[in-house]
Structure formats: structure tokens, C-alpha cells
């Protein structure tokens, strides 16, 4: 006879999550991810998806997906190092390689695959990796996987980096500098060019995670890197296929040395099957797409510009976010969570990011700014936003 264990020590988790405040269940919603999505029986006004340029229901990438299905069938059934590598995926390394202006990119099938599986590859005992204290979940969990020494800086604070690299200079192989080119909950830019400076002086290799970045910022949205004209001073750039681009996947942009050593030691690479067809095409058609006009992040920056100047006009706190990620700050955790709750009553749908997302006490609605909603989403959006944050006296 089988026993199911009751798990009573999560059960009595979960039952504190909902006593403060902060439990939830998985929002489902019918239809594309679109600017306006069909969520619990109505429409709302989506201000949660990363789907920054509307690349996720594009034609041109869906007729593309049904190409390469057509073509290669549903799935790549096998890992790269084995048979799962297809032309498709060798042709979207070879146009993202020259799309980020850089030697070579290695595919991997998820952002967070990525820095799971490149920190503990490039680096090994006798090294040290120095990351920034607010840097994603997934170089977190990448630098846990490492045999190398953790350090971490304060966030953005170029004396504690200097400090931190001075205390490591002589002691190690090999120090990777790791940061994000764009922090996902605040919005903030990376310092790149004094980090770049920092790692060049010290001799020590520079690792940006641009998951927010690729498809945003720079020339055609190539970038972090190329936003601050730092092609060649950087070693490993970090990108996903998922939120600009609108599909899955991620990459590491860089040398040809770094592609050939991690199709021998990335283990995403080495023991999980390889990005479906379907996806693959897409991605080869949504990078034509981006490289061929920049009608779409005009598109972005114009929208995020207009909502954050009127947020920042009825007297809520915005951050210091320096791109189309606009956090809310409310504060207390079930506050928070409250204020996404009346939103979505009056037809908005923001997310509410709590701890351990973000800090204790730093709650927000993130918003995310797409190049897909109209200015009468916007304004529609703004007006709830009004109405909710008078009633819970958040704003006067």
C-alpha cells in the first residue's frame, strides 16, 4: 500500500503566505499575450508581460513557426552534443552572433538555463566571482553552482567593487565580474563602462546578463553592450529569446573560444534537449525582423516615456528605473499585493512583486511597458491607477 505524505510542513507555509497576505493562484488567461488579454472571464489591460516589442503574436514569427514545423517537425528529439542539432539552430546562433555585432553566441533553451549553466562552466576552483547584490535569481542560483569563491558589491557602488577587487588581487585565477545590464525590478542600468573600466584595470573578465536589455536598448535593440558602445571590452553578454523577442530561449554572445567551450561543458547543452523547431524559426525570423527597423523600440520608449511622466505626475513613487520597466512602489507586502488586487477589479492587470522577489518592505506593481499598447491603454490604465491609489490613500 502506497502512503501519500500530507507535507504538513508546507501546508503550514502556505497557511502563513495567506495570512500575510501574499498567497496566490497562477492567473490564466485565454487568447495571445497581447496588450489587452482575456483574464477570468473579462478583458484587461496586461501590464505584466515581457513581451516588449509584441513579438509573441506577430505574424511574420507565427507564419515562420509554422514553417519550421512544417519542415523539421515538433521537436529537435535529442540533446545538440548528440542529434539535436538542426541547421535552424547553428543559422540563429550565425544571425544573432551578427545581430549582437560579436564572434559567436551559444544557444541555450532558457535565460535562466543560461546562467545556470555558464557560471559553473567558465569557472572553477581557484577563482572568484564578484556579483552585484541585486543581480537575477538565476545568476544567483549559476554562482551557487560554481567551485568557485563568491564575493558580492553593493548595488551599482563602484568603491565596493574597487575594494572587492583590490582584496582579490593576486589570490585567485581568474575574477568574472557579473552583473545585469538592466535590474528587472527597478528598471536601473548597470554602471558598464566604469565596471568594464574596474575589470580592465584589475585584469579581471566582465560577465553581463542583458536579459532586458536585448530587443530594449542600443542601436535596433541590440543592447546593454552596444547602448554603451562597449563591443569587444566584454566577455560573456548574457540574452534571452523570451521577453523582446517574444518566444523562448536564451544565449551567451561572445568569443568563438567561449561558444566551443561551452558546447563541451554548458550542461543545459550536454543533457537536455535542444530548442523546438517551431521556436527556433521564429526567433531566425523575429531577429530579421529587429535588425530591419527600429520602428518597434521607438515604439516602446515613446509609450514607457508617456506612462512613467504621468505615474510621476499623480504623485506615485516610480523608482529610479531609466527604462520601459516601471515599478510602483507601495511597500508592505499585503498592501501590495491589495493594490494589484483593486487594479485588477478596474480592468489592469499588474503583477504584484513581493519578498522574497524583492527585499522586505520594497513591494511594487511592476509594469511593463510594451510597444503594443495603444495611448488609450495607457491613459485607460493610468485613470485605475488614479482611482485605486486615492482610495487606499496611496497618492493625493
Same mark, same amino acid.
Given at each position: 500500500?502506497?502512503?501519500? +505524505?500530507?507535507? %504538513?510542513?508546507?501546508?503550514?507555509?502556505?497557511?502563513?503566505?495567506?495570512?500575510?497576505? $501574499?498567497?496566490?493562484?497562477?492567473?490564466?488567461?485565454?487568447?495571445?499575450?497581447?496588450?489587452?488579454?482575456?483574464?477570468?472571464?473579462?478583458?484587461?489591460?496586461?501590464?505584466?508581460?515581457?513581451?516588449?516589442?509584441? /513579438?509573441?503574436?506577430?505574424?511574420?514569427?507565427?507564419?515562420?513557426?509554422?514553417?519550421?514545423?512544417?519542415?523539421?517537425?515538433?521537436?529537435?528529439?535529442?540533446?545538440?552534443?548528440?542529434? =539535436?542539432?538542426?541547421?535552424?539552430?547553428?543559422?540563429?546562433?550565425?544571425?544573432?552572433?551578427?545581430?549582437?555585432?560579436?564572434?559567436?553566441?551559444?544557444?541555450?533553451?532558457?535565460? /535562466?538555463?543560461?546562467?545556470?549553466?555558464?557560471?559553473?562552466?567558465?569557472?572553477?576552483? =581557484?577563482?572568484?566571482?564578484?556579483?552585484?547584490?541585486?543581480?537575477?535569481? %538565476?545568476?544567483?542560483?549559476?554562482?551557487?553552482?560554481?567551485?568557485?569563491?563568491?564575493?558580492?558589491?553593493?548595488?551599482?557602488?563602484?568603491?565596493?567593487?574597487?575594494?572587492?577587487?583590490?582584496?582579490?588581487?593576486?589570490?585567485?585565477?581568474?575574477?568574472?565580474?557579473? &552583473?545585469?545590464?538592466?535590474?528587472?525590478?527597478?528598471?536601473?542600468?548597470?554602471?558598464?563602462?566604469?565596471?568594464?573600466?574596474?575589470?580592465?584595470?584589475?585584469?579581471?573578465?566582465?560577465? $553581463?546578463?542583458?536579459?532586458?536589455?536585448?530587443?530594449?536598448?542600443?542601436?535596433?535593440?541590440?543592447?546593454?553592450?552596444?547602448? /554603451?558602445?562597449?563591443?569587444?571590452?566584454?566577455?560573456?553578454?548574457?540574452?534571452?529569446?523570451?521577453? *523582446?523577442?517574444?518566444?523562448?530561449?536564451?544565449? $551567451? *554572445?561572445?568569443?568563438?573560444?567561449?561558444?566551443?567551450?561551452?558546447? +563541451?561543458?554548458?550542461?543545459?547543452?550536454?543533457?537536455?534537449? %535542444?530548442?523546438?523547431?517551431?521556436?527556433?524559426?521564429?526567433?531566425?525570423? =523575429?531577429?530579421?525582423?529587429?535588425?530591419?527597423?527600429?520602428?518597434? &523600440?521607438?515604439?516602446?520608449?515613446?509609450?514607457?516615456? /508617456?506612462?512613467?511622466?504621468?505615474?510621476?505626475?499623480?504623485?506615485?513613487? &516610480?523608482?529610479?528605473?531609466?527604462?520601459?520597466?516601471?515599478?510602483?512602489?507601495?511597500?508592505?507586502?499585503?498592501? &501590495?499585493?491589495?493594490?494589484?488586487?483593486?487594479?485588477?477589479?478596474?480592468?489592469?492587470?499588474?503583477?504584484?512583486?513581493?519578498?522574497?522577489?524583492?527585499?522586505?518592505?520594497?513591494?511594487?506593481?511592476?509594469?511593463?511597458?510594451?510597444?503594443?499598447?495603444?495611448?488609450?491603454?495607457?491613459?485607460?490604465?493610468?485613470?485605475?491607477?488614479?482611482?485605486?491609489?486615492?482610495?487606499?490613500?496611496?497618492?493625493?
Amino acid at each position: 500500500m502506497n502512503t501519500i +505524505h500530507e507535507l %504538513s510542513y508546507l501546508k503550514e507555509q502556505i497557511e502563513e503566505l495567506k495570512e500575510q497576505g $501574499v498567497y496566490r493562484k497562477l492567473p490564466v488567461f485565454d487568447g495571445p499575450n497581447a496588450a489587452r488579454i482575456h483574464l477570468n472571464g473579462k478583458e484587461v489591460i496586461n501590464l505584466s508581460s515581457n513581451n516588449y516589442l509584441g /513579438f509573441a503574436n506577430h505574424p511574420r514569427l507565427k507564419q515562420a513557426a509554422i514553417d519550421a514545423v512544417e519542415k523539421y517537425g515538433v521537436g529537435a528529439g535529442a540533446v545538440r552534443t548528440i542529434v =539535436g542539432n538542426m541547421d535552424i539552430h547553428e543559422e540563429l546562433e550565425r544571425v544573432l552572433a551578427e545581430f549582437k555585432r560579436e564572434e559567436a553566441v551559444m544557444l541555450f533553451q532558457s535565460g /535562466f538555463n543560461c546562467n545556470a549553466g555558464t557560471i559553473q562552466a567558465i569557472t572553477d576552483r =581557484g577563482d572568484v566571482i564578484i556579483s552585484d547584490e541585486l543581480n537575477h535569481a %538565476s545568476i544567483i542560483d549559476g554562482v551557487r553552482l560554481s567551485r568557485a569563491d563568491k564575493k558580492v558589491y553593493k548595488h551599482s557602488d563602484m568603491e565596493d567593487l574597487r575594494r572587492i577587487l583590490e582584496e582579490c588581487k593576486g589570490k585567485y585565477n581568474t575574477q568574472l565580474i557579473i &552583473t545585469d545590464g538592466v535590474f528587472s525590478m527597478d528598471g536601473d542600468l548597470a554602471k558598464l563602462p566604469e565596471i568594464v573600466e574596474l575589470a580592465e584595470e584589475y585584469g579581471a573578465l566582465t560577465y $553581463v546578463d542583458d536579459a532586458h536589455g536585448s530587443g530594449v536598448l542600443g542601436e535596433n535593440g541590440r543592447g546593454t553592450v552596444d547602448h /554603451f558602445g562597449l563591443h569587444g571590452r566584454v566577455d560573456f553578454i548574457i540574452g534571452t529569446l523570451s521577453k *523582446a523577442l517574444g518566444v523562448i530561449g536564451g544565449y $551567451v *554572445a561572445g568569443s568563438k573560444v567561449m561558444q566551443e567551450w561551452l558546447s +563541451h561543458r554548458g550542461r543545459p547543452i550536454l543533457f537536455s534537449t %535542444s530548442l523546438p523547431p517551431a521556436a527556433v524559426g521564429a526567433l531566425i525570423e =523575429g531577429i530579421e525582423l529587429l535588425s530591419s527597423t527600429d520602428e518597434f &523600440t521607438k515604439k516602446l520608449w515613446d509609450n514607457a516615456r /508617456f506612462f512613467k511622466e504621468e505615474m510621476k505626475a499623480l504623485g506615485f513613487d &516610480t523608482g529610479q528605473s531609466e527604462t520601459p520597466i516601471t515599478p510602483v512602489i507601495i511597500g508592505e507586502e499585503g498592501e &501590495t499585493m491589495a493594490f494589484s488586487r483593486a487594479l485588477l477589479e478596474e480592468g489592469v492587470f499588474v503583477s504584484g512583486i513581493v519578498f522574497p522577489t524583492v527585499p522586505k518592505g520594497t513591494g511594487r506593481l511592476r509594469c511593463m511597458i510594451t510597444a503594443e499598447h495603444s495611448k488609450e491603454d495607457l491613459k485607460e490604465a493610468l485613470e485605475a491607477f488614479a482611482r485605486v491609489g486615492r482610495k487606499m490613500n496611496l497618492i493625493p
